[in-house]
């Protein structure tokens, strides 16, 4: 028995609560056994408190004890597998559509990302945004080439249901010690008439999020991803005709003036 395989038999015995492989490996005692369950619910109970730290409007909008039990199941499909926590729930908002029950699930998972997109924000380095004077400074004949990417607090969000305005809520409502802290919100969700379409942002410690048209969400989604300025400009052909450049020229000034972009090339 290596140490290596040790640190394994007590991994799998810590993440899965089977002790069988360490049962193998080790003899346990009934005192070994017992500091092993305490491994196992302090393991359970730090990533629970990492979850809820992540997500306290989702917490809110599902209730205590639904979220806790949510969670649980969210734990055994997904353990941790870093050292580091910051990362850790990455996956539930897909997550959220195959195992909540008795909730709108569309709306869950739309919040939970929402959430996550928020905290993300938060932490999230400065970058270093383009000016517009620095973009005036750029001979117009090689706009057609210039390329941008998101600062690295800035992402798109798209919704179709009321996860925003449940979120704005909530988090309004978090102040109201009168609301026992257990007790789902008596919130209806409802399915959007049309997509909305947010950006989200931190300007110095403060994220904000705001929404935008579908055109120009579209047209920045291609600047996000790295098309070239004249492919920008290319779609908006259709409805704009020889102002096609002139609409995204304006669309990129108020970005740049937001700093939500970095300069590429």
Request: a negative charge.
């Amino acid at each position: 028995m290596t140490l290596h395989q040790l640190q394994r038999d007590f991994q799998y015995a810590l993440i899965e609560r089977n002790v069988s492989a360490l049962q193998e490996s080790t003899a346990l005692t009934e005192g070994t056994e017992l500091a092993l369950s305490i491994y196992q619910h302090a393991y359970r109970v730090r990533l629970r408190d990492a979850l809820r730290s992540h997500y306290p409007i989702l917490e809110k909008y599902l209730g205590r004890m639904a979220f806790n039990a949510y969670v649980d199941g969210y734990i055994s499909r997904y353990p941790s597998r870093s050292v580091s926590l910051t990362d850790y729930g990455d996956q539930l908002a897909a997550d959220c559509l195959a195992h909540l029950n008795d909730v709108d699930v569309n709306t869950a998972s739309e919040l939970a990302a929402f959430e996550w997109l928020l905290g993300r924000a938060f932490g999230a380095a400065q970058g270093a945004p383009v000016t517009v004077a620095q973009l005036s400074a750029i001979n117009p004949i090689h706009w057609a080439g210039l390329r941008f990417t998101p600062v690295p607090s800035v992402s798109r969000h798209t919704v179709t249901t009321s996860a925003v305005t449940i979120w704005r809520q909530l988090k309004m409502a978090s102040t109201d010690t009168h609301s026992p802290p257990t007790a789902a919100p008596p919130i209806t969700p409802e399915t959007a008439d049309t997509p909305t379409h947010w950006v989200i942002a931190r300007v110095d410690l403060d994220v904000r999020f705001q929404s935008i048209p579908r055109e120009e969400a579209s047209a920045l989604d291609r600047v996000l991803s790295g098309s070239p300025f004249a492919e920008v400009c290319e779609p908006l052909a259709a409805h704009h005709g020889e102002e096609a450049a002139r609409v995204a020229a304006t669309w990129l000034k108020r970005w740049i003036e937001a700093g939500w972009l970095e300069l590429v090339s």
